[in-house]
């Protein structure tokens, strides 16, 4: 078992979508030379319930003459100021967290490292090397002949047998021996950009929030867990950060040649020269640089591992992988193609380094507001001390029953804290909500009291 702090950095733009979208002319406008991107709660808190709206949508004249007409700047409503023109109908939104900040999900990275996971292990020696085992090898006939799917090599892969527990539970899969936290970005680290499907002439035009080249996160990453690996009979190990960290340059290799290849084939010499800078960049990485490929626009090959040989998918799948995302330069519909979605690093961090990423990457302070003391005796009143919003005990107000499904992330985010003392404050003030919320139910406090991050505050420390 391993457990560590790790800076996760965007070797290229990265989007992990919200599930909404913004519309054109509605939600964004273009207005001299730049694309006015609105922030839809921004504006109804500003102009309270625009009445006639949606008959100016129906005219067709949109939002820009609607808000000149009633005086309201969009720079008091603005989300982003894109230079040019976005020509796309949508623009799809990037997930954020509760304080407003930028973040890739501790789930997207964990299905990333399953992805990688399953890669090496179909291997004999790795992600996409040597033989095939016999048990994989089995799973993997009877995937391609339909029987049934894929979900006998999955079982294979990642879950062990037991006569007590129903094929396919959580319990058996050994991916519940690792824990990724959220990577929390700085305030304001997303850009808008235009990409689009090459290989097609169809018009698959769209905008999105991205993560840019460069941006990093601090990110609390644990690989195994010593009493699990004891006692379940996992069909394979978690291995330990370098042993990942050599499986992902494997796979990255392979995903960056077949991209090379693909984009030669499609005449697009500055979208190969990007892939080959990425592949020398994954070539030279460090030992214990983990590199892994994740969220939107990344394809099909990225999502699933790209297990087959040309001559297996060939026989199930003729019409995967004919097309590529692209980012392109500009947001018009001729614009060229320059980068491409989804890679990115994840490297040990020291201590102090951990907490001077934490400190770049804090949210935008709430405003302050002063409470007064109460008085003491005939003394002069206590002057008012400047008291700031917490957020994350913000999250947990109102946390009911029915949300236990958030408890795994808000130990992980208080847990995952670099600074010792607010680590404790988030743990004792999340225990006793914990304790409130759940004390009624036996099962989730027996649970509680044995998950290691947070179990001597709920006993009582």
């Given amino acids: 078992m391993s457990t560590g702090m790790f800076k996760l950095e965007c070797v290229t733009p990265v989007h992990i979508g919200s599930g909404a979208d913004l519309i054109r002319s509605i939600d964004f406008y273009t207005d001299g030379g730049f694309t006015e991107v609105?922030?839809?709660?921004?504006?109804?808190?500003?102009?309270?319930?625009?009445?006639?709206?949606?008959?100016?949508?129906?005219?067709?004249?949109?939002?820009?003459?609607?808000?000149?007409?009633?005086?309201?700047?969009?720079?008091?409503?603005?989300?982003?100021?894109?230079p040019g023109s976005i020509e796309a109908q949508r623009l799809r939104l990037a997930i954020r967290s509760g304080d407003g900040r930028p973040m890739i999900p501790g789930s997207s990275v964990k299905g990333a490292l399953r992805t990688l996971l399953?890669?090496?292990?179909?291997?004999?020696?790795?992600?996409?090397?040597?033989?095939?085992p016999a048990p994989v090898r089995q799973a993997l006939d009877s995937a391609l002949a339909g029987k049934p799917s894929a979900r006998s090599l999955e079982e294979t892969i990642f879950h062990f047998r037991s006569g007590r527990i129903r094929r396919g539970d959580p319990k058996t899969d050994v991916m519940r021996t690792i824990s990724v936290s959220d990577a929390m970005f700085a305030p304001g680290g997303l850009k808008v950009v235009s990409s689009k499907a090459a290989g097609t002439t169809r018009n698959t035009l769209t905008a999105a929030e991205s993560l840019g080249t460069g941006a990093s996160a601090l990110l609390t990453l644990k690989l195994g867990d010593s009493f699990l690996d004891q006692r379940l009979p996992f069909p394979n190990a978690i291995p330990d950060a370098a042993i990942l960290a050599g499986w992902s340059r494997m796979h990255a290799d392979h995903l960056l040649r077949g991209d090379i290849e693909f984009f030669k084939n499609n005449r697009e010499p500055r979208i190969v020269e990007r892939l080959e800078a990425i592949l020398g960049q994954v070539q030279q990485s460090p030992p214990g640089v983990i590199t892994l490929r994740l969220g939107w626009g990344t394809g099909w090959r990225a999502m699933t591992g790209d297990l087959l040989t040309p001559e297996e998918r060939g026989r199930v799948m003729r019409r995967v992988g004919k097309t590529r995302k692209v980012i392109v330069e500009g947001h018009g519909l001729r614009s060229e193609p320059c980068d491409v979605f989804g890679w990115i690093r994840i490297a040990p961090i020291s201590a102090t380094d951990a907490a001077a990423l934490a400190s770049?990457?804090?949210?935008?302070?709430?405003?302050?507001?002063?409470?007064?003391?109460?008085?003491?005796?005939?003394?002069?009143?206590?002057?008012?001390?400047?008291?700031?919003?917490?957020?994350?005990?913000?999250?947990?107000?109102?946390?009911?029953?029915?949300?236990?499904?958030?408890?795994?992330?808000?130990?992980?985010?208080?847990?995952?804290?670099?600074e010792p003392g607010e680590r404790e404050r988030r743990l004792g003030l999340l225990a006793e909500q914990l304790k409130m919320t759940f004390g009624g139910d036996r099962k989730r406090m027996r649970e509680l009291a044995g998950t290691v991050e947070i179990a001597e505050y709920i006993k009582g420390k």
């Fill in 38 to 82: 609105l922030d839809p709660d921004l504006l109804l808190a500003a102009a309270g319930a625009i009445e006639g709206f949606a008959e100016a949508i129906l005219r067709g004249s949109g939002i820009a003459p609607f808000l000149k007409a009633r005086g309201l700047n969009p720079a008091k409503v603005r989300r982003h100021r894109v």
């Fill in 360 to 418: 770049e990457t804090r949210p935008v302070p709430l405003e302050l507001s002063t409470v007064p003391l109460p008085l003491t005796q005939a003394r002069t009143p206590t002057p008012a001390v400047p008291i700031m919003s917490d957020a994350f005990a913000g999250k947990l107000k109102g946390l009911k029953p029915r949300d236990w499904g958030m408890v795994r992330g808000l130990i992980q985010e208080a847990s995952g804290h670099p």
């Fill in 118 to 132: 399953l890669a090496a292990w179909v291997g004999e020696a790795g992600p996409h090397a040597g033989n095939r």
